[in-house]
C-alpha cells in the first residue's frame, strides 16, 4: 500500500528554525496605521479673520469630514508669515501639522528677513492648490478717492504739503505691502506703509480713518463696501473679481505691472510621505469640488484652482523666483 499524500513538508530542525525566525520577524513590524488618527492642525500665519484665516477655516471643516477626524486651525502672525511659516518647516512630517499656505509666507517673507529662516520651495511640501485672489486698494470715503487716478494725484499733492500720504496692510512683506510698494514705484510717488499684525485690526483704523488708504486681500471687505464704510478703488487682478464686478482692475487703468494675485494653498514639512501628500491632495479636490465650497469661496473672492501636488509645486517655484528679486530690489525689511 502506497504511503498517504501528505502536502507538508517533513519538519526538520531547520524548516522549524526558518519558521520561528519568520514569526518572531512578522510580530516585531509594527502595524501600519491609516493616516489620519488624530486632529490636525492647520497653521495660518495671520490674525484671525483675515483673508487666509477665513479660507483656512472654509476649506477645512469640510476637509476634516473628508479626512473623518477634526481640523484645528492655530493662528501664527507675524514676521511677514515666517513665524508660522518656521513652525510648519521644523514640524514632523506626518502629515498633522499642516499650513494654509500664501504669497506671504512662501514667496515674500523670507526674503524680506535679514536671515533667510528656510527656503519655501526644499523645505517644505507643497500639497494642494486651493485657489487665488486679487487684493483690493480701498479708501476711507472721507478721504475724497474715488479710483487709483485719484490716488495717483493725491499723494502726489501730500507730497507738496503734510508729507507722504500713508497706505495700511496686514503687515510688513504683506501680499498688500509689496503691492503698495509696487505702486509707488510705478507710480513715481511718496506714501508711507503703516503695517498692522493682520488685516482685521488695519480695518479698524481705515474704517475709523486714521488711515486713509488700505490695500489687502479682497476676502474679507465686502460686507465695508456694501454698507459704504470703505470705498473700493481697483483690485489687483487683470480682469475684475467676480465678487465685486462693479470694481475695476488695475489693468483696466493702465498699470498692468501692478497686476498680482495672492494665491492659497496647503503646505506641509518637507518629506512627508507620498501616500499622506496623495490622500490629503485627493480630499482638498474632492472639497473644490462641491458646489457648497465653489460658492463660499466665489463669495470670498477666491477662485479655486485644484490640481495635482506636483502642478502646485511648480506654481510655487515659479511664483518665488519672480517674486524674490523683487522683495530684495524694494528692500522691504522685517
Known sequence: MSAPFNPLPPLTRRTCLRLAASGAASLALPA????PEKPITIIVTFAA??????VARVVGEQLGKKLGQPIVIDNKPGAGGSIGGLAVARAAPDGYTLMLSNSTPVSIGPFALAKQPYDPVADFTHIASIGSAPCAVMAFPGAGINTV???ENAARKAEK???PMQFGSGGPASIGH???ELMVRSMGIKMAHVPYRGGAPMTTDLVAGLIPVGIDVVTAYVPFFKSGQLRPLAVTSAQRCPLVPDVPSVAEFGYRKLVLDNFFGLTGPAKMPPDVVARLNTAVNEVLGSA???KKLLELGVSETPGSSAAFTAFVRDQVSSLEPLVKSIR???
Open 32 to 35: 501600519l496605521a491609516a493616516y
Open 49 to 54: 479673520g483675515g483673508a487666509s484665516d477665513i
Open 149 to 151: 487716478v485719484d490716488l
Open 161 to 163: 504739503g503734510a508729507g
Open 178 to 180: 509689496i503691492w503698495g
Open 292 to 294: 457648497d465650497i465653489k
Open 332 to 334: 522691504v525689511t522685517l
